[in-house]
């Protein structure tokens, strides 16, 4: 069964930077679309950023702010989010991407005061 653990997260002011870390167990990672996930208070859980060896994905609404990043041999995926605004609290999961698999990590609070 594969396990996703993130960390990383914080209380941050508009304009910080946090970087986020999603351990993954099992050997999947190093062929899977790995993606981390936001869920804002109140709002469906959404897909920021993906990454596999073909290329990479970022939403709209953090294009140019947030950096995807992973490192096959630690099983280890990152977000990398610079210039935060409060529109980007909630909970950041990470998981495959686009489809992801039906068990979820605990996932990690970011949360930015205005």
């Known amino acids: 069964q594969v396990q996703l653990v993130e960390s990383g997260g914080g209380l941050v002011q508009r304009g910080g930077s946090l970087r986020l870390s999603c351990a993954a167990s099992g050997n999947i990672f190093s062929i899977a679309v790995m993606g981390w996930y936001r869920q804002a208070p109140g709002k469906q859980r959404e897909l920021v950023a993906a990454i596999n060896s073909g290329g990479i994905h970022y939403a709209d609404s953090v294009k140019g702010r947030f950096t995807i990043s992973r490192d096959n041999a630690k099983n280890t995926v990152y977000l990398q989010m610079n210039s935060l605004k409060p529109e980007d609290t909630g909970v950041y999961y990470c998981?495959?991407?686009?489809?992801?698999?039906?068990?979820w990590g605990q996932g990690t609070q970011v949360t930015v005061s205005s």
């Open positions: 998981n495959k991407a686009p489809v992801p698999l039906s068990s």
